[in-house]
């Protein structure tokens, strides 16, 4: 599994974009990069993930670089409601998923 | 279109009795994991399991602790004889083959 390393807390301003920052330096060739929050104490929700290419759904987007060392969660116009604790793990998929320590977002009007 | 269905979503159970939690997976999704959230932590991987089949249970307790995924029926987290330390919240996740992992909203366990 990666290691992944993500700042433990980042603060934005609502209707603004929130852009979380992972560094995955030791990620493999068949490792997905994840994104997962946690709202409280609320079970994981499944945000995004990639592989090579950068993705968007209708929750975020995410850019990976070309290296594949790190990568960025954009959640495009953030809400009070995205306030949460947001995890990138580098893992393959039907594997057990480990959890750091993530990034407290907190969002603010 | 379901999620993924944990209950009872609050159990309270005495230091030495059993805990039953059961989980049903999102329509069409084979695999089940499960993870628990001590207070203050984060989730930690306990065990991964296929219909009838335990995949991986590298994270789960030695002893008191049991998983099973039946062939009919909710996949079961069991804990005997239940200690203070046990006190936790567990989450289970389903995923179909090589997608990903989608969670319910968990049981927290208290024990008295």
């Known amino acids: 599994d990666a290691k992944t390393t993500q700042p433990p807390s980042m603060d934005c301003a609502e209707g603004r974009a929130a852009n979380l920052p992972c560094n995955h330096s030791?990620?493999?060739?068949?490792?997905?990069v994840y994104w997962y929050r946690q709202i409280h104490s609320q079970g994981p929700q499944y945000i995004i993930h990639g592989l090579k290419n950068n993705e968007t759904n209708e929750m975020a987007s995410l850019i990976i670089t070309e290296d594949r060392k790190s990568s960025t969660l954009i959640l495009p116009h953030a809400t009070l409601r995205d306030t949460a604790v947001y995890y990138c793990i580098g893992d393959q998929a039907g594997t057990a998923l480990i959890f750091g320590k993530g990034t407290t977002l907190s969002v603010s009007s | 279109n379901a999620g993924v269905m944990q209950n009872p979503r609050h159990l309270v159970r005495r230091r030495g009795q059993e805990a039953r939690l059961r989980c049903s997976p999102m329509?069409?999704?084979?695999?089940v994991y499960w993870y628990r959230q001590l207070p203050e932590e984060g989730l930690k991987f306990m065990v991964y399991?296929?219909?009838?089949?335990?995949?991986?249970e590298s994270g789960m307790p030695k002893e008191r602790f049991s998983a099973e995924f039946p062939k009919e029926g909710p996949s079961i987290l069991r804990i005997q004889q239940v200690v203070r330390g046990d006190s936790a919240a567990y989450f289970c996740a389903s995923s179909p083959p090589w997608g990903p992992q989608h969670f319910g909203d968990g049981t927290r366990l208290s024990i008295l």
């Open positions: 329509k069409g999704h084979s695999h």
């Open positions: 030791t990620i493999s060739g068949n490792e997905y």
């Open positions: 399991l296929q219909k009838e089949n335990i995949i991986d």
